[in-house]
């Protein structure tokens, strides 16, 4: 079975791919993987969302199963690769506990005033900050209880947080306080003093957070998105921001940073210092490696013994996650 990839598999593993029979032709770059045209007989191919794109995928005429190495799919032709019956894997389990650390530490640099603090170190000025609020007897509503939500909740907890979760049909989760559906998030925000978006961009959830939920937030309630900018109307947002209508907002994601690859300087984010921007790197992590390369191991052989329907993560055609 022939597999190309622009993941970086270490030796070890290539090794064991070896052993099992695999022609792994690895590659540096999607471009090279591109230009070689190694793919055309390739029954497995790993790459990032921007190669598998329909044209490059129907001069894939062997190509079985794609795996990208990130959670987001909302960018693959799903419809077409449904209609050829490709598995679809992402690294759904590879990601949550870095993002969720980022998530907690977003919290606690807003809630702290670290920024500020930081600000003041460079100048020398030695004086502490008013409104620093603990995390303690505060409620988190994580919008989203999948794999990086419930990381989330299992981290907050501790820190003495009453955990509040929303997902499709608010059923219970042991690492939750309490569950909500979606058509129950506006009751959610309203009692909520952190807000963490952890759910995937679908038809449903775009510009899920607009005029109306930020009126219903607290006025020193913190908004944590890490997943896709779309999810927030920003102009509402930025107002809210700009007005002191909200506590603050961490964010890592943003509608033209998804389009262009980066947030561009002219944005008025950069600009408002109750902000903490951070560039698309919630993800990151040593451990990534570890959990993805074992999930996708734990795949390879579940595959090759013809055991589709016990791999993991395969997405869904339709759901859009």
């Not at 998804?258 to 300087?265: A, N, R, S, T, V």
């Not at 490696?289 to 395969?314: A, C, W």
Request: aromatic fraction near 8%.
């Amino acid at each position: 079975m022939k597999l190309v990839s622009t993941y970086p598999f270490k030796p070890d593993d290539a090794a064991w791919m070896k052993e099992k029979g695999i022609q792994l032709v690895p590659f540096q770059t999607e471009q090279e993987l591109i230009d070689s045209g190694a793919y055309a007989d390739a029954e497995v191919i790993v790459a990032n969302h921007r190669t598998l794109q329909q044209s490059f995928l129907e001069k894939c005429q062997s190509v079985k199963w794609v795996q990208v190495p990130h959670i987001g799919i909302e960018r693959l032709p799903m419809d077409y690769l449904k209609s050829r019956d490709v598995i679809v894997i992402n690294a759904r389990g590879s990601l949550g506990v870095p993002i969720a650390e980022d998530i907690i530490t977003k919290m606690l640099m807003l809630s702290r005033k670290s920024m500020e603090l930081h600000k003041k170190q460079l100048e020398r000025s030695w004086g502490g900050l008013r409104g620093v609020v603990n995390l303690s007897g505060k409620t988190l509503a994580v919008i989203g209880t999948g794999d990086v939500g419930t990381e989330t909740a299992i981290r907050a907890r501790p820190f003495g947080m009453k955990v509040l979760g929303i997902n499709t049909d608010g059923r219970e989760l042991p690492e939750f306080d309490e569950t909500y559906t979606l058509d129950q998030l506006n009751e959610v925000i309203g009692q909520s003093d952190y807000i963490a978006l952890t759910l995937p961009l679908t038809d449903q959830t775009a510009n899920m957070l607009g005029e109306e939920q930020f009126k219903r937030m607290k006025p020193n309630a913190i908004l944590i998105n890490i997943s896709r900018g779309a999810l927030i109307d920003e102009e509402v947002l930025l107002d809210c921001l700009r007005n002191r209508k909200i506590g603050g907002a961490g964010l890592d994601v943003f509608v033209e940073e998804f389009k262009l690859g980066k947030l561009p300087p002219e944005s008025p984010f950069w600009e408002l210092d109750n902000v903490l921007i951070t560039p698309h790197c919630a993800g990151g992590g040593d451990g990534f490696d570890r959990r993805f390369t074992q999930g996708f191991k734990y795949n390879l052989e579940k595959y090759m013994s013809g055991s589709r329907d016990d791999m993991i993560n395969v997405r869904i055609y339709g759901k859009g996650y």
